[in-house]
């Protein structure tokens, strides 16, 4: 069977899913989480690359399709971005 992929997302061993992405301007990889669903995982990602790179970037899901109630990074994740972005 195949898997659905998505950008920036992996799934470990133990079937949890994870989300980095790269800030290539600074040439590191940022992490943002572990999450229950691959579909989580890709939100969090959609929402850092928006972030860093503007709403132009590529994304998992159309930026209509993502949720308004707010942030699905962690608050660790969410911090490091923010600090990165000043």
């Given amino acids: 069977r195949r898997k659905k992929k998505f950008v920036g997302v992996r799934q470990r061993s133990s079937g949890r899913w ?3 992405i790269k ?3 600074q040439k590191i990889r940022l ?3 572990t999450f229950d669903t691959a579909e989580d995982a890709a939100r969090a990602y959609d929402e850092a690359a928006c972030m860093l790179r503007g709403v132009n970037t590529r994304t998992n899901f159309l930026p209509a399709a993502s949720p308004s109630s ?3 990074l962690p608050s660790k994740a969410a911090r490091t ?3 990165r972005l000043k």
């Fill in 23 to 25: 800030d290539t301007t």
């Fill in 70 to 72: 707010g942030s699905v």
């Fill in 31 to 33: 992490w943002l989480g």
């Fill in 18 to 20: 994870v989300a980095e």
């Fill in 81 to 83: 971005l923010h600090q």
